[in-house]
């Protein structure tokens, strides 16, 4: 069984910045695509970013581009968001997905229950 535990979500001022982190486990993920999307209330949830575990290839939504870093430890099995001048319209449930094959933007199989990421102006 694949679990995706995300944290490192909060409440913060824009402006501010927030990590957020997704610990992978269940089963080794040492050629999987990790993505981080996003759910704003009343919208779809959208592609944020992602990291090829292997390679380290990394992709952006263009909102957030400049802003926000993807990154990845394979030791831990784990994937990171640093989120850098955050603004008010980031605010959203963020999401950790993996897949085994397939490029970035296309269906990711496997989903982690979300962090709330708040932000005030």
């Known amino acids: 069984q694949v679990q995706l535990v995300e944290s490192g979500g909060g409440f913060v001022q824009a402006g501010e910045s927030l990590r957020l982190s997704c610990a992978a486990s269940?089963?080794?993920?040492?050629?999987?695509?990790m993505g981080w999307f996003r759910q704003a209330p009343g919208k779809e949830r959208g592609f944020v970013a992602a990291?090829?575990?292997?390679?380290?290839?990394?992709y952006y939504a263009d909102s957030v581009k400049g802003r926000f870093t993807i990154s990845r430890d394979n030791a831990k099995n784990t994937v990171y968001l640093q989120m850098n001048s955050l603004k008010p319209e980031d605010t959203a449930i963020y999401y950790c997905a993996a897949k085994d094959r397939g490029g970035p933007y296309s269906p990711y199989p496997y989903w982690g229950q979300g962090t709330q990421v708040t932000v005030s102006s």
């Open positions: 269940g089963r080794t993920f040492s050629s999987a695509t």
């Open positions: 990291i090829t575990w292997g390679g380290g290839s990394t």
